[in-house]
């Protein structure tokens, strides 16, 4: 992979502040005209009218895409419809190994999506929300999260990723991401989420309004495009409740003020370190995470206190096979009979005062590569 020393970069964001979108994402009057928008990058420049997409787009090249391709940072692609930004991997973002962390991934993730929204003018506050959903106190919130690594990356390495949004169901949306080596363009990583409507008040899930989908759907791709798009992949797998008695566990974890987001709840990403937290040693020394699926049921604040248990996912064709030992136990993982490498498990996240869901997930370990 391509390598750069570190260096600070100053935020974007700044200098796109210059730019003033005048009614670029209004409730709009009909679906079936295109819609227009009024730009204005500075007091003195004239009005024009635009799609929104163009206007985006105009207004950052004003600012200057000379300054964008100098920091490396991101921005809208060709056809507006998705959004790309590179990164470098940091050295607090490695491992003892040098390699970048799942958590270190996932972060990226939501970065690149809290980016994108703001790069069409959306929310500026983190929550990628419309003037609808503000007006109406809604905010999306995680149901499902599905990332898969095929390579990490390394300390230094340049990485960039690719995402887009389209609609999903009647309460919902769905993000994607592609992540690329840009030394040698091959794909490295994908993800895709599921993200549904809450009502920030009631914390009640909400159906989408034909409001919010016109100020959003503009700028998604115009035929459905996926990150996984093979028939039964395993993003769509279904994960089953982990029941009582469980093989490993890790009790009585407790946020810390840093795993708060900007809404006063824990951030998805912590989730993902929790999860972990009770993989069994023997599977953390010898295998490294390429697959994990998160179903989030429940907020989590900064009082709860949280149980993550973990137990063996049997498939069909599986068989139990010794791993080394947890304790007085012997630790025990699934492997395919033509897969012996490949370790699945299941994993719960509940609350330590009532045992309530928080999350359900599933991961898939594979042996580490020599490096």
């Given at each position: 992979?391509?390598?750069?020393?570190?260096c600070?970069?100053?935020?974007?964001?700044q200098?796109?502040?210059?730019?003033?979108?005048?009614?670029?994402?209004g409730?709009?009057?009909?679906?079936r005209?295109?819609p227009?928008?009024?730009?204005?990058?500075?007091?003195?420049?004239?009005?024009?009218?635009?799609?929104?997409?163009?206007?985006?787009?105009?207004?950052?090249?004003?600012?200057?895409?000379?300054?964008?391709?100098?920091?490396?940072?991101g921005?809208?692609?060709?056809?507006?419809?998705?959004?790309?930004?590179?990164?470098?991997?940091?050295?607090?973002?490695?491992?003892?190994?040098?390699?970048?962390?799942?958590?270190?991934i996932?972060?990226?993730?939501?970065?690149?999506?809290s980016n994108?929204?703001?790069?069409?003018?959306?929310?500026?506050d983190?929550?990628?929300?419309?003037?609808?959903?503000?007006?109406?106190?809604?905010?999306?919130?995680?149901?499902?999260?599905?990332?898969?690594?095929?390579?990490?990356?390394?300390?230094?390495?340049?990485?960039e990723?690719?995402?887009w949004?389209?609609?999903?169901?009647r309460?919902?949306?769905?993000?994607?991401?592609?992540l690329?080596?840009?030394?040698?363009g091959?794909?490295?990583?994908?993800?895709?989420?599921?993200?549904v409507?809450?009502?920030?008040?009631?914390?009640?899930?909400?159906k989408?309004?034909?409001?919010?989908?016109?100020?959003?759907?503009?700028?998604c791709p115009?035929?459905?495009r996926?990150?996984?798009s093979?028939?039964?992949?395993?993003?769509?797998k279904?994960?089953?409740?982990?029941?009582?008695?469980?093989r490993y566990?890790?009790l009585?974890?407790?946020?810390r003020?840093?795993?708060?987001?900007?809404?006063?709840?824990?951030n998805?990403?912590?989730?993902?370190?929790?999860?972990?937290?009770?993989?069994?040693?023997?599977?953390?020394?010898?295998?490294e995470l390429?697959?994990?699926?998160?179903?989030?049921?429940r907020?989590?604040q900064?009082?709860?206190?949280?149980?993550?248990?973990t137990?063996?996912?049997?498939?069909?064709?599986?068989k139990?096979?010794?791993?080394?030992?947890?304790?007085?136990?012997?630790?025990?993982?699934?492997?395919?009979e033509?897969?012996?490498d490949?370790?699945?498990?299941?994993?719960?996240?509940?609350l330590?005062?009532?045992?309530?869901?928080?999350n359900?997930?599933?991961?898939?370990?594979?042996?580490k590569p020599?490096?």
């Open positions: 992979m391509l390598k750069f020393p570190y600070n970069v100053t935020d974007l964001n200098a796109l502040a210059q730019c003033r979108f005048v009614g670029l994402l409730p709009l009057a009909s679906r005209q295109s227009r928008a009024v730009v204005s990058c500075s007091p003195s420049s004239s009005e024009f009218s635009l799609t929104p997409v163009q206007a985006v787009m105009s207004c950052q090249q004003q600012v200057g895409s000379s300054l964008v391709n100098r920091l490396r940072l921005g809208l692609t060709e056809d507006g419809f998705s959004y790309k930004e590179k990164f470098i991997i940091r050295g607090f973002e490695v491992g003892i190994n040098k390699i970048a962390t799942i958590e270190t996932a972060n990226l993730l939501q970065e690149v999506g994108h929204a703001q790069s069409v003018g959306f929310s500026t983190g929550f990628g929300t419309s003037p609808t959903m503000r007006k109406l106190h809604l905010i999306w919130v995680t149901a499902r999260m599905h990332i898969e690594v095929y390579k990490y990356p390394a300390w230094r390495d340049v990485i990723i690719e995402t949004c389209q609609n999903e169901g309460i919902g949306t769905r993000r994607d991401w592609i690329n080596d840009v030394a040698t091959e794909v490295f990583g994908r993800a895709t989420s599921k993200w409507m809450m009502n920030q008040d009631t914390r009640r899930m909400q989408v309004s034909d409001d919010v989908k016109e100020e959003y759907l503009i700028f115009r035929e459905p996926l990150a996984f093979e028939k039964n992949n395993k993003s769509l279904r994960i089953a409740k982990l029941e009582d008695p469980v566990s890790k009585g974890l407790k946020p003020r840093a795993d708060l987001d900007m809404n006063q709840h824990v998805n990403v912590t989730y993902i370190g929790w999860v972990l937290e009770s993989i069994p040693k023997e599977i953390i020394d010898t295998h390429q697959a994990i699926t998160l179903d989030y049921r907020e989590c900064q009082y709860n206190v949280v149980d993550s248990l137990g063996l996912e049997l498939t069909e064709g599986s139990m096979v010794s791993v080394g030992t947890n304790g007085s136990a012997t630790a025990t993982a699934t492997t395919r033509d897969d012996h490949c370790h699945r498990f299941l994993h719960l996240l509940r330590s005062s009532d045992g309530r869901e928080i359900r997930g599933r991961t898939e370990w594979r042996k020599t490096r």
